[in-house]
Nanobody
Framework: QVQLVESGGGLVQAGGSLRLSCAASGRTFSSYVVGWFRQAPGKEREFVSAVSWNGGNTYYADSVKGRFTISRDSAKNTVYLQMNSLKPEDTAVYYC?????????????????WGQGTQVTVSS
């Protein structure tokens, strides 16, 4: 079992930055692909970004490419999502998810473990 805890959300003005953290406990995180998803009110949860088990490969939704950066620190069992140039449409609850696999996935249904989410609000 892996327990995931997100942190770092908050209220920021458009154009600002936030860094989200996803800390894992229970088992070593190193063999897991980790994804970030978000869900805005009234919308389905959508893929944002993913990082491979060794951090060697990263993937982004087109809507965040060039603005968001995902990374992982295996020593700290933590994955980060650096979000720059934030827009009001980035407002959502952000979730991290994990799956023990060497592949990467962008579907909600492919991930086995989820955090509780952290709210990101971007004001215009």
């Amino acid at each position: 079992q892996v327990q995931l805890v997100e942190s770092g959300g908050g209220l920021v003005q458009a154009g600002g930055s936030l860094r989200l953290s996803c800390a894992a406990s229970g088992r070593t995180f190193s063999s897991y692909v980790v994804g970030w998803f978000r869900q805005a009110p009234g919308k389905e949860r959508e893929f944002v970004s993913a990082v491979s088990w060794n951090g060697g490969n990263t993937y982004y939704a087109d809507s965040v490419k060039g603005r968001f950066t995902i990374s992982r620190d295996s020593a700290k069992n933590t994955v980060y999502l650096q979000m720059n140039s934030l827009k009001p449409e980035d407002t959502a609850v952000y979730y991290c998810a994990a799956k023990r696999d060497s592949m990467w996935y962008r579907s909600v249904n492919d991930y086995d473990y989820w955090g509780q989410g952290t709210q990101v609000t971007v004001s215009s």
